[in-house]
């Protein structure tokens, strides 16, 4: 993760909008008073909803077990019904 001063995110703040809604890598922001990340609104949805699905850990063995089951290609593809 890049790591910038607070002073460079506010000369480049819209850019760095921009930055990590495109390419979805969080930029790090240093500061005498702390830290904080910039990310996308989308990237910060996902970790939450990550999170939340994880806290039960019976849904986590079922996910985690099932990802291992797709990544070992244990899945069937089918068509959307519109």
């Known amino acids: 993760m890049a790591a910038i ?3 460079e995110a506010r000369k480049n703040f819209f850019p760095l ?3 990590v809604n495109k390419d979805h890598t969080p930029v ?4 005498k008073r702390g830290n904080a990340v910039l990310m996308s609104k989308d990237d910060y949805d996902a970790m939450l909803e990550t999170s ?3 806290q ?3 849904n986590a063995r079922r996910l ?3 990802m291992q089951r797709a990544r070992g290609g244990e899945y069937t593809e089918r068509e959307l019904i519109e």
């Open 5 to 7: 001063t607070a002073t």
């Open 52 to 54: 939340y699905l994880m």
């Open 28 to 31: 790090e922001i240093v500061s």
């Open 56 to 58: 039960s850990p019976a």
């Open 17 to 19: 909008l921009e930055q």
């Open 64 to 66: 985690l077990a099932s």
